[in-house]
Nanobody
Framework: QVQLVESGGGLVQAGGSLRLSCTAS????????MGWYRQAPGKQRELVAA???????NYADPVKGRFTISTDNAKNTVYLQMNSLKPEDTAVYYCNAKRLRFGIANDYWGQGTQVTVSS
């Protein structure tokens, strides 16, 4: 089991920045991949950014060049630095952990944190 606790959401004006944090209940070395997803009202949840235990990261096209995912292994924490925010970034952001055990991939989710970008 992996518990994830998120923080850092809030209200910001367009062009501003926020940093989201997600702390895992176990060492992230034991987690195959961690990432951030978002879900806007009336839309499906979508991947924003993810990083593997090997350090490979990927980003959704709308956030490339503006968002950066990073980890602090000592704190079991993954961050999402969001710069140049746009109103279309408004959504609930969820932290995700993927852990492969005995050939089965398990997904764990945080409670979500609201990000609102005003124009």
């Amino acid at each position: 089991q992996v518990q994830l606790v998120e923080s850092g959401g809030g209200l910001v004006q367009a062009g501003g920045s926020l940093r989201l944090s997600c702390t895992a209940s176990r060492s992230i070395f034991s987690i195959n991949a961690m990432g951030w997803y978002r879900q806007a009202p009336g839309k499906q949840r979508e991947l924003v950014a993810a990083v593997t235990s090997g350090g490979f990261s990927n980003y959704a096209d709308p956030v490339k060049g503006r968002f950066t995912i990073s980890t602090d292994n000592a704190k079991n924490t993954v961050y999402l630095q969001m710069n140049s925010l746009k109103p279309e970034d408004t959504a609930v952001y969820y932290c995700n952990a993927k852990r492969l055990r005995f050939g089965i991939a398990n997904d764990y989710w945080g409670q979500g944190t609201q990000v609102t970008v005003s124009s």
